[in-house]
């Protein structure tokens, strides 16, 4: 892990295919009940190569104690949150601003899954529920094809406010839920989630795993002439926010699918090649004409067989 970086970086980020569990330090926060934390985890292992139909994603789901966070998870909530949004403001894509406002995230406390959901489901369908740590990658695919998303509810603790190599609920719901309440990007993630599960062929869940990468963590955005943030791997960090907008040694290029999922990527550094989308309904109508050729595919695979 690299201490420069202020965003996390998943080895075993599920849209790259890995069943591998790490994140089993959420168990031990007292936000989290750990029985019910402990079978949350063993119902997600249990299914991680279950067929698409047999996925029971509410085993996985556990609870958020909402009244458990300590003063100190208030306080790096509210510290993080100040210093994001004042760059933000001015470097985050409007659709992340307005969409942070759509669903109430407040700088005063850790947000309230059920109350961001009485927002946000109204808009797009999508809901965030809390899982109690990283989940196997089919178990990932499916929360998202059903439009919900597995949410990590821990707080950093403020000796590491700068960087934290698993996700928490910073990154998950300050850095990806906003983006939930576009129609674009709410229909874009769903059927991601819905091709990921088609698909059994490691060819192109190693391109999947990359078109997350460089939108949904590290994805650009042009807006009124200017490049913007939206990568909830650059909302949720300053030093590479900052990096991916001003620095000479980043190749900025335009999104195009076909180069995105032949693009590998790096995980211990500053990205050097980012991919910029003209708009979010880009991104969804690019999705869509993948996640038809990986049925397609299928149905030719099942018909040879
Ligand atoms: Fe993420």
Same mark, same amino acid.
């Not at 899954?113 to 797009?124: D, F, I, K, R």
């Given at each position: 892990?690299?201490?420069?970086?202020?965003?996390?970086?998943?080895?075993?980020? &599920?849209?790259?295919?890995?069943?591998?569990?790490?994140?089993?330090? %959420?168990?031990?926060?007292?936000?989290?009940?750990?029985?019910?934390?402990?079978?949350?985890?063993?119902?997600?292992?249990?299914?991680?190569?279950?067929?698409?139909?047999?996925?029971?994603?509410?085993?996985?789901?556990?609870?958020?104690?909402?009244?458990?966070?300590?003063?100190?998870?208030? #306080?790096?909530?509210?510290?993080?949150?100040?210093?994001?949004?004042?760059?933000? #403001?001015?470097? !985050?894509?409007?659709?992340?601003?307005?969409?942070?406002?759509? @669903? %109430?995230?407040?700088?005063?406390?850790?947000?309230?899954?059920?109350?961001?959901?009485?927002?946000?489901?109204?808009?797009?369908?999508?809901?965030?529920?809390?899982?109690?740590?990283?989940?196997?990658?089919?178990?990932?695919?499916?929360?998202?094809?059903?439009?919900?998303?597995?949410?990590?509810?821990?707080?950093?603790?403020?000796?590491?406010?700068? +960087?934290?190599?698993?996700?928490?609920?910073?990154?998950?719901?300050? !850095?990806?839920?906003?983006?939930?309440?576009?129609?674009?990007?709410?229909?874009?993630?769903?059927?991601?989630?819905?091709?990921?599960?088609?698909?059994?062929? &490691?060819?192109?869940?190693?391109?999947?795993?990359?078109?997350?990468?460089?939108?949904?963590?590290? !994805?650009?955005?042009?807006?009124? !002439?200017?490049?913007?943030?939206?990568?909830?791997?650059?909302?949720?960090?300053?030093?590479?926010?900052?990096?991916?907008?001003?620095? &000479?040694?980043?190749?900025?290029? &335009?999104?195009?699918?076909?180069?995105?999922?032949?693009?590998?990527?790096? @995980?211990?550094?500053?990205?050097?090649?980012? +991919?910029?989308?003209?708009?979010?309904?880009?991104?969804?109508?690019?999705?869509?004409?993948?996640?038809?050729?990986?049925?397609?595919?299928?149905?030719?695979?099942?018909?040879?067989?």
């Amino acid at each position: 892990m690299n201490p420069k970086s202020g965003s996390h970086r998943r080895d075993t980020h &599920p849209a790259m295919g890995s069943t591998e569990m790490s994140g089993t330090g %959420a168990l031990q926060s007292a936000v989290i009940a750990s029985d019910e934390a402990r079978r949350a985890l063993e119902a997600a292992n249990a299914q991680a190569e279950y067929p698409a139909e047999r996925l029971d994603i509410d085993a996985m789901k556990i609870a958020q104690h909402w009244d458990r966070y300590t003063a100190e998870d208030h #306080e790096v909530w509210r510290t993080i949150f100040d210093k994001r949004m004042a760059q933000l #403001e001015h470097s !985050g894509s409007r659709v992340f601003l307005r969409g942070a406002e759509a @669903i %109430a995230l407040s700088r005063d406390e850790v947000p309230r899954l059920g109350e961001v959901n009485a927002l946000l489901t109204p808009m797009t369908g999508w809901s965030s529920h809390a899982v109690p740590g990283y989940i196997p990658a089919r178990c990932f695919f499916a929360f998202l094809a059903k439009r919900q998303f597995p949410t990590t509810i821990t707080v950093r603790p403020k000796s590491q406010m700068d +960087y934290l190599p698993e996700p928490d609920i910073i990154h998950d719901v300050f !850095g990806h839920v906003p983006l939930h309440t576009d129609p674009s990007f709410a229909e874009f993630l769903q059927i991601y989630g819905q091709a990921a599960l088609t698909t059994d062929d &490691p060819v192109h869940t190693e391109r999947l795993a990359r078109l997350f990468w460089f939108t949904v963590e590290f !994805g650009l955005i042009h807006e009124d !002439g200017r490049l913007k943030l939206y990568g909830s791997g650059l909302i949720s960090s300053e030093g590479e926010g900052h990096h991916a907008l001003v620095s &000479p040694e980043v190749d900025r290029r &335009p999104f195009d699918l076909e180069r995105v999922c032949d693009t590998a990527f790096e @995980i211990h550094h500053y990205q050097p090649i980012l +991919y910029v989308l003209d708009s979010f309904e880009q991104l969804a109508d690019a999705m869509n004409r993948y996640a038809k050729k990986l049925l397609e595919l299928r149905r030719v695979r099942k018909v040879a067989a």
